[in-house]
């Protein structure tokens, strides 16, 4: 992860990047959506990586699978983010910025990989104020 994002505020060119790659998908519209695949949504809902623009709360599409459920590797990844401290907005960026620690390759990218996926998130984390790690 590229130093220049720690500690600021993600600028609109990567949440536009995100939404023409991956979908950017508000909270309401996925919660629709999962409504008419599911009866109870609540265990989703609460798995969701969510995103914070201006007044909005938006869903990275890359966490879904076709079908529309929740990508287990993402979930496993975002509840490890929520222990380590890592903001959702930074947890999301740091999803499609290459890695040094997945060989330059961005974690989206690489979700066979969880294992090093978990180490390359933890080595991130170190690198964070306030995440108990960061030097």
């Known amino acids: 992860m590229p130093a220049p994002i720690i500690g600021k505020p993600v600028s609109d060119q ?3 990047s995100i939404r023409a790659e991956f979908t950017l998908p508000t ?3 996925v919660r629709r959506r999962l409504t008419e695949l599911m009866e109870d949504t609540d ?3 609460r798995e969701l990586v969510r995103i914070f623009i201006g007044e ?3 869903c990275p599409g890359f966490q879904f699978l076709p079908g529309g459920q929740i990508h287990p590797t993402v979930a496993s990844l975002f509840r490890h983010a929520l222990e380590l401290k890592i ?3 930074y947890f999301t960026v740091w999803m499609i910025t290459p890695s040094q620690d997945l060989g330059g390759a961005r974690p ?3 979700l066979s990989r969880v294992p090093q996926l978990h180490r390359a998130l933890e080595g991130f984390a170190a690198q964070l ?3 108990g790690r960061a030097n």
């Open 43 to 45: 265990p989703v809902m």
């Open 129 to 131: 104020p306030g995440t």
């Open 87 to 89: 903001a959702h907005n």
């Open 27 to 29: 909270l309401e519209q």
């Open 56 to 58: 909005g709360t938006y």
């Open 108 to 110: 989206v990218d690489s």
């Open 14 to 16: 990567i949440w536009e």
